[in-house]
């Protein structure tokens, strides 16, 4: 997929069940098909990241936005 690295990384505890409730949605037939895709990537960054060898057990960053730090 990417080559870069995002600015967060979810922990591994969150991302298993976050990718359970993925599937689900992206096999409902209420589901536009934009949404399935969005869905469907973010799905493939999420296993990217699990797949990764050497990976950190991190917590997500806050976001920085304009060299600031945000607290949520």
């Not at 690295?5 to 976050?18: K, Y």
């Amino acid at each position: 997929m990417r080559n870069a690295r995002r600015g967060w990384v979810m922990p591994e505890e969150d991302a298993r069940p976050v990718l359970r409730l993925i599937e689900e949605r992206i096999r409902s037939s209420e589901i536009e098909v934009e949404h399935r895709d969005v869905l469907i990537r973010l799905r493939a960054m999420i296993e990217e990241d699990l797949a990764e060898p050497g990976r950190a057990r991190e917590p997500l960053a806050a976001p920085v936005r304009a060299g600031r730090y945000c607290a949520g």
